[in-house]
């Protein structure tokens, strides 16, 4: 049967999603691997997880690849906005990965490959296939799916995770940091914090199975009622 492997947010644990790949029985010509955004900031490793991530594309038949609202802010900071948000939360140490420090000036920015460029701008905002639908923060409710705000997609929180709203399908996203993965109804949420101190988390469909890893720094706490960017 083919399974499909949604991973959570990475955010630079380069070392966690090593780890958790090695536990994955993924066949590579017929399973399908989904990411769910933020690959990049606040962990030490972006560019290597980056440069796995398209290492896996590279010799998978089916893998996702969609955008978090970390992706979107460093590419408004390539485009020369919110200079001052994006090295703030999280984009210094991403930025530090490939070499880039302070001033942040063009020729330092040109460190970055091309091909890491393309990969962020390529990056998709959602994903459905027969059973689920898949995004990297959650969906408005009473718009469909192709009418989407990309604020909703990328950025939401309450809204979304206070609704029970039916999309037709259980919808799986990550963005917001949890103990555990949150399962309900209708939606299925596998943020579980690795760059916080938690666990990097895979959902393993059909099955409904997760497979998870520790994440950096394991012995740190920061769930509380705080939600991140």
């Known amino acids: 049967m083919r399974k499909t492997f949604v991973i959570g947010d990475i955010h630079g644990c380069h070392g966690a999603l090593i780890k ?20 990049i900031d606040r962990g030490p490793d972006s560019k290597a997880v980056v440069d796995e991530v398209l290492r896996l594309r ?3 038949r089916h893998c996702i690849t969609l955008m978090g609202n970390h992706e979107e802010m460093l590419l408004r900071f390539l485009a020369g906005h919110e200079r001052q948000l994006f090295p703030r939360v999280g984009g210094r140490e991403t930025l530090a990965s490939y070499g880039v420090h302070e001033p942040y000036d063009r020729h330092a920015l040109r460190k970055i490959p091309d091909e890491h460029c393309r990969f962020f701008e390529e990056l998709l905002t959602c994903w459905e296939d027969d059973n689920y639908i898949y995004v990297h923060a959650g969906l408005q409710p009473g718009v469909h799916l192709s009418q989407q705000p990309r604020e909703w ?77």
């Open 20 to 39: 958790l790949l090695g536990q994955l029985a993924v066949d590579p010509r017929e399973d399908c691997v989904i990411f769910l955004g933020d690959y």
């Open 153 to 229: 997609l990328l950025w939401a929180r309450e809204d979304y995770l206070g609704s029970d709203y039916d999309f037709g399908k259980p919808v799986v996203s990550g963005h917001t940091p949890c103990r555990q993965p949150r399962v309900e109804k209708n939606k299925l949420i596998i943020d579980t914090g690795a760059v916080y101190g938690g666990r990097l988390t895979c959902l393993v469909l059909p099955d409904r199975e997760f497979v998870q890893v520790a994440g950096r720094d394991a012995g740190a706490t920061f769930f509380g009622q705080q939600y991140f960017l």
């Open 58 to 60: 590279k010799q998978l």
